[in-house]
C-alpha cells in the first residue's frame, strides 16, 4: 500500500513563496518589539498533562493531543485512568509555558520582565479558514508589572507591528472582567453562575441581542435577570459605549478605580493619534480563557471577518506554580490568519534582492563550470540571489517554474562558446 503523501489533517505543508513570507513577518515582529524592549525566550513543545489541564485554558483543555507514557511507565494492561496512561501534551498555547518558564527562572530575570515568544502549538479542533490544528501564536507578555502601562505597551507595541505589516483600519476591542462580573452581579445573576453567563453573550455577534436573552432563559436563568441583562446593552449603546456612564449606572457593583483603569488605557492608546486603528470599549467582548482576571482585548481586522489576535490580564497564574501571585498580561497576535490575508492580498515583501537564475547546460565542462560558481559568488556579495541549476530539456517551463517564484532575470550558459542570455 502507498503511503499518504498528505499531510495529517488540519496541518499543512508550508511551500516556499508562503515561508518567505512567514520568514519577513517574524523578522519585522522581532525588530519591532525589540524596540519595546521584550526579549525573546523558547519553551518545549511538550507540556506536564496536569499543567495543561489546570482548569485555566477554558475550552482548549478538551483540545489537548495526549502523549503516552513511554517504556515500561506506559503500562495499558493495569491502567484504569487517562492519568495512568498520559504524562505530557502538546501545547495548545504559549501562556501556559510561559508561566511556567517564569515561575522556574524568576530569579534569573528582570523585573518587569518582557517576554517574546514565537512557535507552534496545537489543538485537536475542527480545521476550518485561517484555523489549523497545529498553527504558530506570537505572543508579548510584561510580567511584574501591576499598572495599565503594560496593557498600554501591549496594545501600542501589537498595533505598531501590525502598522508596519501593512495593516489599517483595525479596531482593537477592550474590557474588563471586573465589569463583566459587575454586569451579571448587577442583572442579579449568582456568581457561580457568570461563567454559563459569558459562553451565552460571547454568542451576540452570531446570534444577536434578542438571540442571547432567548439562550440565557432556555438555561433557566430567570427571565427578570434576563431582561435586566440585556437593557444594560442596549443603554449602553445608546449612550455611546461610555464606560464612565456604565461605572455610574453600576454603582456598587463595580470598583472606581477598575472604570478608571480602563479609561486611561483608552485615552493614552488614543492620545498617539495612530491612523492605522481605532480602539473601543466592548461590554460584550469576553474572551474564553478562564485564567484572565481584568482587562481583556481582541483585534478586529475587516478583511478577515473575526479576531486576529487577542489577550488580556492574568495576574493569578503565576501564583499557580508558586504560591505567590505576580501581575501578568499578554497580548498574542493572529499570525495564521495574519499570513492568510497578507497571501490573498498580494502582499509583496519591500526590499527584495534582485533574483538572477544562472541555467547551465548539461555538458559544460568542468573550467566553465567554475568560471560560472565563481561569477555567481561575486553576485551574491553584490547583492543578487542567484541560483544556479542546470538547464532542464523543457527550458521554457523551467523559466515558468521560476517566475513563479521571483525570478526576473536569467542567465543562461551553454556548452559552446556562444551564451543566450
Not at 480563557?289 to 481583556?296: A, D, E, K, L, V
Request: glycine share 10%; charged share 25%; proline share 4%.
Amino acid at each position: 500500500m502507498a503511503l499518504n503523501k498528505k499531510p495529517v489533517t488540519g496541518m499543512k505543508d508550508i511551500l516556499p513563496a508562503e515561508m518567505q513570507l512567514r520568514d519577513y513577518c517574524i523578522n519585522v515582529i522581532k525588530e519591532t518589539y525589540g524596540k519595546f524592549g521584550f526579549t525573546s525566550i523558547e519553551t518545549p513543545c511538550v507540556e506536564s498533562i496536569g499543567n495543561l489541564n489546570s482548569k485555566q485554558g477554558g475550552e482548549n483543555e478538551k483540545l489537548i493531543f495526549k502523549i503516552l507514557k513511554r517504556g515500561e511507565k506506559l503500562n495499558l494492561a493495569e491502567a484504569k485512568e487517562e492519568m495512568d496512561l498520559v504524562d505530557g501534551g502538546l501545547r495548545y498555547d504559549l501562556t501556559v509555558p510561559l508561566v511556567r518558564f517564569y515561575a522556574n527562572h524568576a530569579n534569573e530575570l528582570p523585573s518587569p520582565f518582557k517576554a517574546l515568544q514565537i512557535g507552534n502549538v496545537w489543538r485537536a479542533d475542527r480545521p476550518q479558514r485561517g484555523r489549523y490544528r497545529q498553527f504558530m501564536q506570537c505572543d508579548i507578555d510584561i510580567l511584574g508589572e501591576p499598572s495599565n502601562l503594560a496593557e498600554i505597551e501591549l496594545i501600542l507595541a501589537t498595533t505598531t507591528t501590525l502598522g508596519k505589516l501593512g495593516f489599517q483600519d483595525f479596531v482593537i476591542r477592550i474590557n474588563e472582567r471586573r465589569i463583566l462580573k459587575a454586569m451579571a452581579a448587577y442583572s442579579g445573576f449568582a456568581e457561580e453562575d457568570y461563567d454559563t453567563v459569558f459562553i451565552i453573550l460571547d454568542k451576540m455577534d452570531k446570534i444577536g441581542a434578542d438571540g442571547v436573552k432567548a439562550e440565557l432563559v432556555e438555561s433557566g436563568f430567570a427571565a427578570e435577570a434576563a431582561d435586566k441583562y440585556m437593557s444594560l446593552f442596549d443603554e449602553l449603546t445608546a449612550n455611546g459605549n461610555s464606560v464612565a456612564w456604565l461605572a455610574e449606572k453600576l454603582g456598587d457593583f463595580l470598583e472606581p478605580e477598575v472604570s478608571q483603569n480602563l479609561s486611561e488605557i483608552i485615552d493614552s492608546v488614543r492620545a498617539t493619534k495612530a491612523s492605522e486603528f481605532e480602539i473601543t470599549f466592548d461590554p460584550t467582548l469576553v474572551r474564553g480563557m478562564s485564567y484572565y482576571t481584568g482587562t481583556i482585548f481582541e483585534i478586529a481586522i475587516p478583511q478577515f471577518g473575526g479576531s486576529c489576535g487577542g489577550g488580556g490580564r492574568y495576574d493569578k497564574m503565576v501564583g499557580k506554580f508558586t504560591g505567590k501571585d505576580v501581575p501578568a498580561c499578554g497580548f498574542s497576535i493572529g499570525f495564521e490568519r495574519i499570513i492568510l490575508l497578507m497571501m490573498e492580498n498580494g502582499f509583496q515583501i519591500p526590499g527584495q534582492p534582485k533574483k538572477i537564475a544562472y541555467l547551465i547546460e548539461k555538458g559544460v565542462s568542468g573550467d566553465r563550470l567554475c568560471e560560472v560558481i565563481a561569477q555567481a559568488q561575486e553576485a551574491r556579495k553584490n547583492g543578487d540571489q542567484i541560483l544556479v541549476a542546470r538547464m532542464n530539456k523543457n527550458k521554457k517551463f523551467q523559466k515558468e517554474q521560476l517566475t513563479k517564484e521571483g525570478y526576473t532575470d536569467f542567465v543562461e550558459f551553454y556548452k559552446n562558446p556562444i551564451e543566450k542570455q
